[in-house]
């Protein structure tokens, strides 16, 4: 049986021009950047291009605002609370939406156990965030408020240029986490006025543990990493230039085929999601229309998503039920919650996230496993 991946959200594989283009930076051209001789400049070289292709994806003032750090999770830390401690003379409130990743969700409560106050802004039931809300709960001693660009267990995407504008009338920094985003849509952090954006390498076919924060010129979050001074003395330490050249060159192939694919994966995904809508007691999660082109997400009434996961992976086909960063715990998921779903409708939930091996072929038979899977769990099911 042909294997399909339809678990791209979760980790994406190393597109193979990506391995071409870097691999020379471990073995041959890989001189410590901070060196002064010749290979060092090579490899001084070789991260600016990288930061050059990172700002030309989100459309940044220049290469100078991009910085590498070990991934999103580092990225989110180092925007939330460097940024939150560097303005405490503004104030101490801090907000994030109620659908927020695990990182961004423990770096805002690691604030509030030190003194800050940190406030959940609420979704509807498509899981967009509540502007008015914000506006009113926005204060002159708020400092960072996260929204995420896109959501990568509901697939939507929120409306971050409306946000910024109200956070900016009251002086605070748009964080946005466009990790499930970069590289799938585009992102233009000038015209939205977003204030700090984190970006991940292994959600765009770059390789893993490595990511990136845009931080706008004239923020200066705290640093937290202390050393030799790197990464414009925000994030200290010897650059990971494998990983950082990948990053670079697949920053560059998302932004050059980005329209092409989007298209490719939009057709396949609305086929998916007409077609699996017909299985009775289904639901589509997220919102229809505003969503990444790449993601379809359901709830399953009466069945747990664990079982329907390891059901689909009889056929050998890999879905996600809920985020992989926290999928251990066998708790309901906290953005299903958000949308106001009851527990037992959060646990029967399927994540299907598209991506490069993926093709029309393959509807049929990812339609015929997803139905077989539910009548086959619902017969057993006490409920
Ligand atoms: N933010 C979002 C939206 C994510 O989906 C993830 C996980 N891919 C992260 C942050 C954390 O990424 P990482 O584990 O690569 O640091």
């Known amino acids: 049986m042909e294997k399909i991946y339809l678990d791209y959200a979760s980790a994406t594989p190393v597109d193979p021009r990506v391995l071409e283009f870097a691999k020379r930076f471990l073995m041959k051209d890989m001189g410590n950047a901070s060196s002064l001789h010749s290979a060092g400049l090579g490899t001084r070289k070789a991260i600016v291009e990288a930061r050059t292709r990172i700002a030309e994806l989100i459309n940044a003032e220049s290469e100078n605002d991009i910085i590498f750090t070990s991934g999103a999770t580092e990225s989110n830390n180092l925007a939330i609370k460097g940024t939150a401690m560097r303005n405490t003379r503004k104030g101490k409130k801090v907000m994030a939406s109620v659908i927020e990743h695990i990182s961004v969700l423990n770096s805002m409560k690691e604030l509030s156990k030190n003194g800050f106050e940190f406030g959940m802004l609420p979704v509807d039931s498509m899981g967009i965030i509540d502007l008015d809300q914000l506006k009113e709960r926005l204060t002159?001693?708020?400092?960072?408020?996260?929204i995420m660009y896109a959501n990568n267990e509901i697939g939507t995407i929120e409306p971050i240029k409306a946000a910024a504008k109200l956070i900016h009338e009251k002086g605070g920094f748009l964080h946005v986490d466009a990790t499930a985003a970069a590289g799938k849509i585009p992102i233009d952090v000038q015209n939205e006025g977003i204030d700090l954006l984190?970006?991940?390498?292994?959600?765009?076919?770059g390789p893993q543990g490595v990511g990136a924060l845009y931080i706008k010129?004239?923020?200066k979050p705290q640093p937290f990493i202390l050393g030799g001074g790197q990464e414009r003395g925000f994030r200290s330490g010897t650059e990971n230039?494998?990983?950082i050249a990948g990053m670079g060159e697949a920053a560059r192939l998302a932004k050059e085929e980005m329209a092409e694919e989007n298209g490719r994966l939009q057709k396949i995904r609305d086929?998916?999601?007409e077609q699996i809508l017909e299985i009775e007691n289904t639901n589509l999660t997220g919102h229809r229309t505003q969503r990444l082109p790449h993601h379809a997400s359901f709830t399953f009434g009466r069945i747990e998503g664990e079982s329907i996961l390891l059901n689909m992976n009889q056929y050998n086909i890999q879905i996600a039920t809920g985020s992989a960063c926290t999928s251990r715990t066998l708790e309901a998921s906290h953005v299903l919650l958000a949308l106001g779903l009851k527990h037992e409708e959060a646990h029967g939930s399927m994540i299907i996230s598209l991506g490069k091996s993926n093709?029309?072929?393959q509807i049929p038979h990812i339609v015929k496993a997803v139905r077989e899977t539910i009548e086959r769990l619902r017969a057993m099911s006490p409920l």
Do not use: A, K
């Not at 002159?140 to 996260?146: A, E, I, L, P, Q």
């Not at 984190?198 to 076919?205: E, G, H, L, R």
């Open 359 to 361: 093709s029309e072929e």
């Open 140 to 146: 002159d001693d708020t400092t960072v408020v996260s």
């Open 198 to 205: 984190t970006i991940s390498s292994n959600d765009m076919y």
């Open 271 to 273: 086929q998916l999601i």
């Open 241 to 243: 230039l494998f990983g």
């Open 217 to 219: 010129p004239g923020i």
